[in-house]
């Protein structure tokens, strides 16, 4: 009691900072953001997002986005369920690769791509000849998205993982389930809250992803722009209007995903709370 | 062909044990977990795996089951060698040291999942089911989730799950461990009666020597392991094959120079005698008794109540010797000199053990 009464003071200094902080360098630029967007009147900013690049910018995000997230879901979870219920040989190595692309900056991602699939790549010559295009194409921008997104899912998934430990498949198995059943019926329930939380934080890196994709897009105007670029486009051109109203759609997408992600929490907690 | 003519010979060899273990080793990397173990259980015993910790007892449950597999040697399971045989089909019904409860599965799901897993009829479920209901008194469970069960009720859920498929075998690993010590004397009863009841083939691993010789028909005691010796338990009392199984079995304590107590002698240097409570009477000074010329005096360094009767440690030759008193004899208290009469001990050889009785028990008529 002493304690706190003493820190009461403190307390409130505290909330005050944080406010401050939080007001000045969040809620000014977002509310600049819609300002700026509507500068031209109602009009002006629909006339900005709907614009066909605009559109064309959004549904690439979207689609890379969907790609990189089901891609690393399903590899989050092969990770996941491998590193934490078999043992085998490299598995150190492995789990510490799953961990690169944080560490690695994005750029990097995006020139190893290049290097790879580009025209002095090794690869070049016989994607070349079958008619694949990875770099300055979609694919490049997908293979960038999902570089610099794929822990998010096993780094939720393999703790939870870890805590249940073997002990319910090992019964289920002896009891005849296959390895599928397995997973359906006893596995997943514990990790379905991990997974769909690991899912958002994933989406939400992978709509914003700037750096790596940057590298092997190539800058195509309606072909290879994700929002992303294609705000940064339109910024270089001085279109303020143009730049933020795409901004906009952006920040829409990801208050969705923050609601979204408290809707999981609140929901997984209570689930746990009942498991425990 | 030639397969099914060993499978006859062995059963013929051999048609005692629905379960056998032969020349069984297990490594885990460069740790020899399990060493040359060879086990025979008969049909419908109820067996005891007893040992220290690390001994090697949950690794062999855990390859009967087959969810380890052995380097070398051959698991028969009801006269088939089921060494390549997948555990879900070697009919047996496994209870988890931390039970392994489905925790987002309801009491009543738990049960069913392997009879599901088998496609029988959601009727016919039902019907098992509630049997196994009623058979471990949690009717009025089923919609529980286990987090909802107190311990002892979670024991008998993952009993009932293994049970529903009907299995032939069942293995159950520390099965009281994780449940407090009054909980675990009424569980210990009501699983063998259970199991008695149904007359199934049981293996369960515990380290606490009590519950394994109240409940076991058999145990089977393991050390570092290696399988010490497999026996009844009066066997394992009377008959101990190693020194490990005399000093485990019982409460015992070693003697060294046992020559100087009245009546003994040492047959050769370097042997050491074992000790059990039962091996030793301590009479109060002047109290009556059948062998008042052998005894020696001995001064009580400590008194433990034990519920039922008194244990009474005296020091005799430097050696602190237990002994069991009725609560009903006239009461010794600490400090007093008493006399004390040593009946037998076991001398520990390099090859064998061997029971040393009180020369005195020759000359004096008595009947033990
Ligand atoms: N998967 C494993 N990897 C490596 N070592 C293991 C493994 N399983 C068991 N061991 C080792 O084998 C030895 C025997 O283990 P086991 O679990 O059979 O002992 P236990 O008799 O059941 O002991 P407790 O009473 O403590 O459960 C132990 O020393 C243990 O460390
Ligand atoms: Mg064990």
């Known amino acids: 009691m002493d304690i706190r009464k003493d820190k009461g003071v403190l307390k409130w200094v505290l909330i005050v900072i944080c406010f401050v902080f939080l007001s000045v360098f969040l809620l000014l630029p977002l509310v600049y953001i819609i300002a700026t967007a509507f500068r031209a009147g109602i009009q002006g900013y629909i006339k900005a997002v709907t614009d066909e690049y605009a559109l064309k910018a959004t549904w690439l995000t979207i689609r890379a986005t969907l790609w990189a997230v089901g891609i690393n879901t399903f590899f989050g979870i092969s990770a996941a369920w491998c590193l934490t219920k078999f043992a085998f040989k490299g598995k150190k190595l492995l789990s510490t690769f799953i961990d690169l692309p944080v560490t690695v900056s994005p750029i990097i991602a995006g020139l190893i791509y290049v290097l790879t699939f580009g025209r002095q790549g090794p690869l070049y010559g016989f994607l070349d000849s079958h008619g694949i295009q990875i770099i300055f194409a979609v694919p490049g921008i997908v293979l960038a998205t999902i570089f610099v997104t794929f822990p998010f899912i096993s780094r939720e998934l393999i703790p939870v993982l870890t805590a249940q430990g073997t002990d319910e498949e090992e019964a289920a198995a002896l009891m005849g389930a296959r390895t599928f059943t397995i997973f359906r019926k006893v596995t997943f329930p514990h990790i379905k809250w991990a997974l769909l939380y690991g899912i958002v934080l994933c989406t939400a890196r992978a709509m914003g992803e700037f750096g790596a994709v940057s590298v092997l897009s190539g800058h195509l105007r309606g072909k290879t722009n994700t929002l992303p670029l294609y705000i940064e486009l339109l910024y270089q051109g001085y279109d303020f209007t143009g730049a933020f109203a795409a901004s906009s759609i952006l920040v829409i997408m990801a208050v969705i995903i923050l609601i979204l992600r408290l809707v999981i929490e609140q929901k997984g907690k209570k689930e746990i709370d009942i498991n425990r | ?368």
Not at chain 2, 89 to 112: C, K, P, T, W
Not at chain 2, 221 to 242: D, H, K, M
């Open chain 2, 1 to 368: 062909m030639s397969e099914t003519t060993e499978k006859t010979v062995e059963q013929i060899e051999n048609p005692a044990s629905y379960v056998e273990l032969k020349g069984i080793n297990k490594h885990f990397k460069d740790f020899h977990a399990t060493k040359d173990a060879n086990i025979s259980i008969s049909k419908g015993k109820l067996v005891a795996l007893l040992g220290p910790s690390g001994s090697g007892k949950t690794t062999i449950l855990r390859m009967i089951a087959g969810l380890e597999h052995p380097d070398s040697g051959e698991i028969w399971i009801d006269g088939k060698l089921v060494n390549n045989i997948p555990g879900s089909e070697r009919g047996i019904g496994f209870v988890f040291q931390s039970y392994a409860l489905f925790r987002y599965m309801n009491v009543y799901d738990n049960i069913a999942f392997g009879l599901r897993i088998k496609k029988v009829p959601e009727k016919d479920i039902k019907k098992r089911v509630t049997e196994l209901l009623e058979l471990i008194s949690c009717e009025g469970l089923e919609k529980r989730y286990p987090s909802q069960l107190s311990g002892g009720q979670r024991q008998r859920v993952a009993f009932a799950r293994a049970l529903a498929p009907n299995p032939h075998i069942l293995l159950l690993d520390e099965p009281f461990a994780a449940v407090d010590a009054k909980v675990r004397l009424e569980l210990r009863t009501w699983l063998k009666e259970m199991i008695t009841k149904l007359q199934i083939t049981s293996i369960f691993v515990t380290h606490d020597q009590d519950e394994a010789i109240e409940v076991a028909d058999e145990i089977i005691v393991t050390n570092q392991g290696r399988v010490e010796q497999i026996g009844t338990p009066q066997e394992l009392y009377s008959n101990p094959a190693s020194p490990f199984v005399a000093t485990f079995i019982g409460n015992s304590i070693q003697v060294k120079n046992f020559d100087r107590f009245r009546f003994f002698e040492k047959p050769e240097e370097d042997v050491t005698a074992i000790l059990r409570p039962e091996f030793v009477s301590v009479y109060k000074k002047g109290e009556k008794v059948q062998y008042s010329k052998s005894v020696e005096e001995a001064v009580v360094e400590d008194i433990i109540f034990r519920g039922s009767n008194l244990e009474i440690k005296v020091r005799l030759h430097d050696n602190l010797i237990s002994s069991v008193r009725s609560i009903n004899e006239p009461a010794i208290e600490i400090g007093e000199t008493v006399d004390v009469f040593i009946f037998r001990l076991f001398v520990i050889f390099k090859d064998r053990i061997e029971l040393f009785y009180n020369r005195s028990l020759n000359n004096e008529t008595v009947i033990i």
